[in-house]
């Protein structure tokens, strides 16, 4: 209109013309005077403008039509899900507050009829939201009835339309127009089309199109879930695409889509299958558009406001009020800021986009609050991993190191600008506590690794990010090592060269923690190698123990030599197994063997969950290697929990239902040993499995876990109390009034520690070395006369027997018979094969031998020679012990051994020993002092070798009295005397790495148990083959030709790599006992009760009261406010008296608020007096909300302000007043309280605003 008036030469009055115009025209326009002066310009003008609107709004139609058959046809419509709800809701508000604002402009912002006509619309929406009566009648009438009053009152007082009209009251009257003048003054005079001025308004019109495409895709959000019925998005669509196509050849505006009207129709009408409203609305609109609009000119501008009251209801209360019972007061926040933008700005295109960006800053804001890190940062102590290591003592001294040495962060979500900065802080402030704490490089962070198991992506603020924190650690020669990346995103982090695939990405997080535990295990064993070169007797004792853990898988097993006399092997099988073919058991079976794994490796697979077509998924659980047990459940009879499939080649032993059963009968304390180390392993195991199915349901495998031990504490007792000494007691006198020497056994108090309480293993073997120290005290081991070596009993000669068999061979020598000869190369088998384990295999006889010279050589090896003086002090004790028969009891054997070496032996162990001596005599439960003498000479020679290495610890420690003790310690500056590390490795390196049971906190010292394990702790599998089946006669003696030909030498050069990594286990110190906690200070009594009253009606009936008689003071308040205008007038018309009697009802109100606000205000800081708490008490929303409603008065009234009138404050305030009656309402048990209170605050709302504007 505007162009087209400067094209023809005339002024522009179209801003007059426009609809929401309040200002009064400055001139005529095409209109008397003016027309006179240019008729021919003001008739070109109007059918230029006739036809070029009527082409507008038919393009534009059209345009719509195809933008929506087109997102039908392609099946857009799925993408409406992804706007935030917020928007929706945002968006449809603004919808209805324009509604309101024309409701408002029509009654043209009178009171009387605005608030009639909010009154008639408010009711028209209760009766169809709460379906009172039946809607269908009820609507009509509540229609016609204030409509039928007005005209009898308009007749009853003797007025016509012209008055009404003149008074307005009624619109001013349009004309008829027939319908084909759409046509005629369009196409018939398409010459009149001003093409040029048509696209001035382009720009305009391109707006227009995604205001309106927006507002059908948020309306069919927005309605589809509203009825009963699943419409078809993307069907609706198109229909409406194809019905404005059609309605744009009838010059026709956009309308509402079909999806739109039948939900009003369902709101009404209660029934989806019911189409008479659309049928009635149809031929309504149809007689209008073929007859005459003449009726519309008799309806008053109350009765088109109460409808637009009524249309608009549904938006406010709905979207505005009713979104708040599902969306977080931030995402509330955010609609009303959309509503403040079309506020401010009249244009839902802005208000939209200011949406959207209020969305992505909150989602920003809420996402950056997320961390991108799942849980804390983990230690290379609390992850679980498939494999064990070489042992639980080993995987102790294993975890002490990763624990330094190693941080997992699994990362989660979309890693972006701003949660990024998370995963930054963390590692950065890692490092700088190491550099501000002085850390030695040895302790110092070597690997991060960052599990993207759950990680969504990253942009590319994240990957700058990312690629900071591995050039820092680069620097640092930290390695950054990734795993579980999917294929694309570990591209484009090798693109932006955060990682290298072929070095750095691991398939999961256990390949990336085994890849580390391998380079920890190097690292502990070349510290063991230097270890070593402090004494030539470290080297010798590791040597004897790798030379039977390369024989047989029981060290870890039988924890003393007590338990394992008997030869074992009489009760096991042997098993070759092949990787990928041998199945040990599966889950279920029944009657299966109890494995014990030598060589080799043995994965389990367990259930989890249901696969496809319904049947159990099988997963890796984990992976066995020597030592480990396997289908334990057949000890307790039950079936297989697990398929036990063999992934690398190797040997296990196995113990039949039968077999395990003789054991028990024959051998009964090996059994219980056996038992006892099945139970630690089924603990551990179950422990970890447990613990990892509860991470997974928390969606947290990995995180920190109880050490699996510490759990079966009590049930683990009886076993750690066979292996700890009691302190020695000193010896009764003799009948000679001598004393028996029994130095006392000083253990040390890191005995204490639940490192070491939980391995029953290495305590065995410190508790022997302070055995043979405390023999070597006693003068056992020193130099000097040759002695007397005792015999040996039946049972120890029939196992040497039987492993002379096993490993001997049938040879023929010349023209004799074939003789059995045990080869030179096989006696170091045999010595094993009968649990002689400190003999080296290179000081055995290096010729062939017959069974005599086994036997002779057994013996030597068997037992301890005793000198004269030794052998009268055993005399003297039996004298005492001798019933006359030169004989005395099995059971006392135990008693005795305390009595002469000071030591108390374990009850079970002893007779176990006793036994092997007892059947030779009558009766078999009484020995002979020889006999006697021989158990002490086998107990001393089973300490030769902890006395050996023994003498280099002691050395080492430069110790004169041959004994430990817990005041005994390995400091630097000893190690620095006795041994020259070569250049880069530090003494203090070497005690750190020694020193797990404390954690490294021995700050450069290492206790003398520390120092022990040193040398107890086996670093490698040794991979050696089992013994073959035991031979007892001479007759399973196989011929030489059946032997493969073997060198002594195996034994010892056989091993694998540390390709064993394992379950970690870090100790949680669980604390159960409570502490009471008591307030320092005593609760202000007056807070409570005042917080109780003013916030808790249900704390009391005065509560209670308090409550009701607020919210009628709420509501007084906002009935003032709307009387005011009624009574009165606008502000600036009132008189002085009126403006008196308001602002004291003002005054009262705010004093009753201010009251409130000010009691709540101190009750809270009187119960924390902080400051932070009275500033944080104006930070909730509510009291933010009074806070603004009495401020007003203060500033405005008191202290008389002028800018802040400006500002709107005290139209402000009285919103916020209003507000408070919604806020009261929530709680309200009528469900019309809440949507009437949302109602009149944003009706009074626009109210005030706009007579605050007017003003």
């Given at each position: 209109a505007e162009d087209l008036a400067m094209q023809v030469g005339l002024s522009d009055g179209a801003d007059s013309r426009r609809l929401k115009s309040s200002l009064p025209t400055s001139q005529d326009f095409c209109t008397g005077q003016h027309l006179l002066n240019n008729r021919f310009e003001c008739e070109t003008y109007h059918e230029q403008l006739r036809a070029t609107t009527i082409f507008a709004v038919a393009t534009s139609s059209a345009m719509l039509g195809v933008i929506y058959f087109a997102l039908g046809r392609l099946r857009l419509t799925a993408y409406m899900s992804a706007i935030p709800l917020s928007i929706t809701e945002g968006f449809l508000a603004c919808i209805g507050y324009k509604v309101f604002n024309y409701a408002l402009y029509f009654c043209q912002f009178e009171p009387l009829h605005f608030m009639s006509a909010a009154a008639l619309g408010l009711l028209l929406y209760f009766c169809k939201a709460l379906h009172i009566?039946?809607?269908?009648?009820?609507?009509?009438?509540?229609?016609?009835?204030?409509?039928?009053?007005?005209?009898?009152?308009?007749?009853?007082?003797?007025?016509?339309?012209?008055?009404?009209?003149?008074?307005?009251?009624?619109?001013?009257?349009?004309?008829?127009?027939?319908?084909?003048?759409?046509?005629?003054?369009?196409?018939?005079?398409?010459?009149?089309?001003?093409?040029?001025?048509?696209?001035?308004?382009?720009?305009?019109?391109?707006?227009?199109?995604?205001?309106?495409t927006l507002d059908c895709a948020l309306k069919l959000r927005a309605t589809e879930s509203k009825l009963p019925l699943q419409p078809d998005p993307d069907?609706?669509?198109?229909?409406?695409?194809?019905?404005?196509?059609?309605?744009?050849?009838?010059?026709?505006?956009?309308?509402?889509?079909?999806?739109?009207?039948?939900?009003?129709?369902?709101?009404?009408?209660?029934?989806?299958?019911?189409?008479?409203?659309?049928?009635?609305?149809?031929?309504?609109?149809?007689?209008?558009?073929?007859?005459?609009?003449?009726?519309?000119?008799?309806?008053?501008?109350?009765?088109?406001?109460?409808?637009?009251?009524?249309?608009?209801?549904?938006?406010?209360?709905?979207?505005?009020?009713?979104?708040?019972?599902?969306?977080?007061?931030?995402?509330?926040?955010?609609?009303?800021?959309?509503?403040?933008?079309?506020?401010i700005s009249g244009q839902l295109l802005f208000a939209v986009l200011a949406g959207s960006l209020l969305s992505g800053i909150a989602f920003i804001a809420k996402y950056a609050r997320v961390s991108a890190i799942a849980g804390r940062p983990l230690r290379g102590n609390e992850v679980i991993t498939r494999e064990r290591p070489v042992g639980e003592v080993a995987h102790q001294s294993l975890i002490h190191i990763a624990a330094a040495w190693m941080l997992i962060l699994r990362l989660k979500g979309y890693v972006f600008f701003s949660s990024s900065q998370a995963i930054l802080q963390c590692i950065e402030g890692h490092f700088k506590d190491e550099d501000m704490s002085c850390v030695p490089q040895y302790k110092r962070l070597k690997y991060i690794i960052f599990c993207a198991k759950l990680l969504d992506g990253m942009d590319a603020s994240g990957a700058l990010c990312m690629l900071r924190i591995r050039r820092a650690a680069a620097r640092r020669g930290v390695r950054v090592l990734w795993t579980d990346l999917t294929e694309s995103l570990a591209e484009e982090l090798s693109f932006r060269e955060i990682l290298d695939m072929d070095l750095d990405l691991y398939e999961d997080l256990d390949a990336a923690v085994t890849f580390v535990e391998h380079q920890i295990l190097d690292y502990r064993a070349a510290q063991q190698d230097k270890w070593m070169q402090l004494h030539p007797a470290f080297e010798a004792d590791a040597k004897l123990m790798r030379q039977r853990i390369c024989f047989e898988p029981f060290r870890e097993i039988f924890l003393s030599e007590g338990a394992r006399i008997g030869c074992p092997w009489r009760y096991c099988s042997r098993l070759h197994i092949k990787r990928g073919e041998t199945i040990l058991c599966r889950t279920g079976d029944a009657n299966?063997?109890?494995?014990?794994?030598?060589?080799?490796?043995?994965?389990?697979?367990?259930?989890?969950?249901?696969?496809?077509?319904?049947?159990?998924?099988?997963?890796?659980?984990?992976?066995?290697?020597?030592?480990?047990?396997?289908?334990?459940?057949?000890?307790?009879?039950?079936?297989?929990?697990?398929?036990?499939?063999?992934?690398?080649?190797?040997?296990?032993?196995?113990?039949?239902?039968?077999?395990?059963?003789?054991?028990?009968?024959?051998?009964?304390?090996?059994?219980?040993?056996?038992?006892?180390?099945?139970?630690?392993?089924?603990?551990?195991?179950?422990?970890?499995?447990?613990?990892?199915?509860?991470?997974?349901?928390?969606?947290?495998?990995?995180?920190?876990?109880?050490n699996a031990?510490?759990?079966?504490?009590?049930?683990?007792?009886?076993?750690?109390?066979?292996?700890?000494?009691?302190?020695?007691?000193?010896?009764?006198?003799?009948?000679?009034?001598?004393?028996?020497?029994?130095?006392?056994?000083?253990?040390?108090?890191?005995?204490?520690?639940?490192?070491?309480?939980?391995?029953?293993?290495?305590?065995?073997?410190?508790?022997?070395?302070?055995?043979?120290?405390?023999?070597?005290?006693?003068?056992?081991?020193?130099?000097?006369?040759?002695?007397?070596?005792?015999?040996?009993?039946?049972?120890?000669?029939?196992?040497?027997r039987i492993a002379f068999f096993t490993f001997a061979e049938r040879r023929a020598v010349g023209d004799d018979l074939p003789q059995i000869v045990l080869p030179a190369s096989r006696v170091i088998k045999a010595l094993l094969h009968v649990g002689i384990f400190h003999v080296h295999a290179e000081k055995v006889c290096k010729d062939d031998l017959l069974l005599e010279g086994f036997l002779d050589l057994g013996r030597k090896c068997h037992l301890a020679r005793l000198a004269p003086s030794q052998l009268e002090k055993i005399e003297l004790l039996c004298s005492r012990h001798d019933d006359g028969t030169g004989l005395f009891a099995v059971a006392e054997t135990t008693d005795m051994l305390k009595m002469l070496f000071g030591i108390e032996f374990d009850v079970a162990i002893n007779d176990a020993v006793a036994q092997c001596w007892g059947p030779e005599t009558y009766p078999d439960t009484h020995i002979t002092s020889e006999q006697f003498a021989g158990i002490v000479s086998w107990y001393v020679k089973r300490r030769e070798r902890d006395w050996n290495l023994l003498q280099g610890v002691l050395e080492i420690l430069k110790c004169t009295n041959n004994l430990l003790s817990d005041s005994t310690f390995l400091e630097v500056d000893d190690l620095r005397s006795h041994f020259s590390p070569p250049e880069g490795t530090l003494p203090e390196e070497m005690i750190w790495?020694?020193?797990?049971?404390?954690?490294?906190?021995?700050?450069?010292?290492?206790?003398?148990?520390?120092?022990?394990?040193?040398f107890l702790t086996n670093l490698q599998l040794e991979s050696g083959r089992l013994p073959p089946a035991c031979a007892f006669s001479e007759s399973d003696v196989l011929?030489?030709?059946?032997?493969?030909?073997?060198?002594?030498?195996?034994?010892?050069?056989?091993?694998?790599?540390?390709?064993?990594?394992?379950?970690?286990?870090?100790?949680?110190?669980?604390?159960?006992?409570?502490?009471?906690?008591?307030?320092?200070?005593?609760?202000?009594?007056?807070?409570?009760?005042?917080?109780?009253?003013?916030?808790?009606?249900?704390?009391?009936?005065?509560?209670?009261?308090?409550?009701?008689?607020?919210?009628?003071?709420?509501?007084?308040?906002?009935?003032?406010?709307?009387?005011?205008?009624?009574?009165?007038?606008?502000?600036a018309n009132q008189t002085s008296e009126a403006r008196s009697i308001w602002l004291t009802a003002d005054i009262f109100f705010i004093s009753v608020f201010s009251l409130d606000l000010l009691l709540r205000w101190l009750a809270t800081v009187s119960l924390d007096p902080k400051l932070m708490t009275a500033v944080s008490f104006f930070t909730h929303p509510a009291n933010i909300c009074d806070l603004i409603a009495i401020c007003e008065i203060f500033f405005d009234h008191l202290m008389h302000l002028p800018l802040l009138r400006a500002l709107m404050l005290e139209r402000i305030a009285r919103i916020f007043r209003i507000a408070k009656l919604v806020m009261l309402s929530k709680d309200s048990k009528l469900p019309a309280v809440a949507p009437l209170a949302a109602f009149i605050l944003v009706i009074m709302g626009m109210y005030l605003i706009y007579i605050e504007q007017d003003a």
């Open positions: 009566g039946r809607p269908a009648i009820v609507l009509p009438l509540v229609l016609m009835i204030p409509l039928g009053l007005f005209w009898g009152g308009v007749f009853a007082l003797g007025y016509d339309a012209a008055y009404m009209r003149e008074s307005k009251w009624l619109f001013s009257e349009m004309e008829n127009e027939p319908f084909y003048l759409v046509w005629a003054d369009c196409l018939g005079k398409h010459q009149q089309i001003n093409l040029n001025a048509w696209s001035k308004t382009v720009p305009d019109l391109v707006v227009m199109l995604i205001v309106c069907a609706e669509i198109m229909r409406f695409g194809v019905f404005n196509c059609l309605l744009s050849s009838c010059g026709g505006a956009v309308t509402y889509m079909q999806l739109k009207f039948s939900v009003i129709s369902f709101g009404v009408m209660r029934n989806a299958d019911d189409r008479r409203a659309g049928m009635f609305f149809a031929i309504l609109c149809g007689v209008c558009y073929f007859t005459t609009i003449e009726l519309f000119n008799y309806l008053p501008r109350v009765f088109l406001s109460a409808l637009l009251f009524f249309a608009g209801a549904g938006f406010v209360i709905d979207n505005l009020w009713g979104s708040r019972k599902y969306l977080h007061l931030s995402e509330g926040l955010e609609i009303v800021g959309i509503v403040a933008v079309f506020v299966q063997p109890l494995y014990l794994i030598h060589s080799g490796a043995v994965a389990l697979w367990e259930c989890h969950g249901a696969g496809k077509n319904h049947s159990l998924a099988k997963r890796l659980s984990s992976v066995r290697r020597q030592g480990w047990f396997l289908n334990t459940q057949a000890v307790f009879g039950q079936p297989a929990s697990a398929d036990a499939v063999a992934v690398e080649d190797g040997e296990v032993l196995c113990w039949s239902k039968e077999q395990w059963w003789q054991l028990a009968n024959e051998r009964p304390l090996m059994m219980m040993e056996l038992m006892k180390a099945v139970m630690r392993q089924e603990i551990i195991f179950k422990q970890e499995h447990d613990l990892e199915h509860l991470h997974d349901a928390e969606n947290e495998r990995y995180s920190r876990r109880r031990f510490e759990v079966s504490e009590q049930h683990n007792k009886d076993a750690m109390e066979t292996m700890l000494p009691s302190p020695a007691q000193t010896c009764e006198p003799t009948s000679g009034g001598q004393k028996v020497p029994a130095p006392p056994i000083i253990l040390s108090e890191v005995f204490g520690h639940k490192s070491m309480q939980m391995l029953p293993q290495l305590q065995a073997r410190i508790t022997d070395m302070f055995i043979a120290s405390a023999l070597g005290a006693l003068g056992f081991f020193l130099p000097g006369e040759e002695g007397i070596l005792p015999e040996l009993p039946k049972l120890l000669k029939e196992c040497l790495g020694a020193d797990w049971i404390s954690g490294g906190q021995g700050q450069g010292i290492l206790d003398v148990c520390s120092f022990l394990t040193v011929d030489a030709a059946e032997w493969p030909a073997m060198s002594c030498d195996d034994i010892l050069e056989r091993s694998i790599s540390y390709h064993s990594p394992g379950h970690t286990a870090v100790v949680v110190s669980i604390d159960k006992k409570t502490s009471e906690t008591l307030d320092p200070f005593q609760t202000p009594r007056w807070a409570r009760i005042t917080l109780d009253l003013l916030e808790i009606p249900e704390s009391s009936k005065a509560a209670l009261c308090i409550t009701r008689c607020m919210a009628g003071v709420v509501v007084l308040n906002v009935i003032c406010i709307c009387l005011e205008p009624l009574i009165s007038g606008k502000r």
